[in-house]
């Protein structure tokens, strides 16, 4: 069974810097896309940023320049660097992983989650 956990988040005043980790383990493999979404309270799941396995990257607009996603292939494990943190960053971050798992067809798998806060 694939396995995906988050780790970094926390409380941080607005300004300041986390950095997010994501590891994909346990029956997964030839993983393409990963990356990370966000949901805030009261909103809809979003895409914050993702990376190919190539490493192309593509983010939400209200992010760029301020994070940057990296990836590990070697380790199946992504980042996030978030930089210049604003209350609106304020959510859940959900990693995510597209891959093969046993015989079955390539799909999306999620993490459990972390939360992030921002203050002002």
């Known amino acids: 069974q694939p396995r995906l956990v988050e780790s970094g988040g926390g409380l941080v005043q607005a300004g300041g810097s986390l950095r997010l980790s994501c590891l994909a383990s346990?029956?997964?493999?030839?993983?393409?896309?990963m990356g990370w979404y966000r949901q805030a309270p009261g909103k809809t799941r979003e895409l914050v940023a993702v990376i190919t396995s190539g490493g192309r990257t593509t983010y939400q607009d209200t992010v760029k320049g301020r994070f940057t996603i990296s990836r590990d292939n070697a380790k199946n494990t992504v980042y996030l660097q978030m930089n210049s943190l604003k209350p609106e960053d304020t959510a859940v971050y959900y990693c995510?992983?597209?891959?093969?798992?046993?015989?079955?067809?390539?799909?999306?798998?999620w993490g459990p989650g972390t939360q992030v806060t921002v203050s002002s």
């Open positions: 995510l992983a597209d891959g093969f798992s046993g015989a079955r067809a390539e799909r999306r798998y």
């Open positions: 346990g029956d997964i493999f030839s993983i393409t896309t």
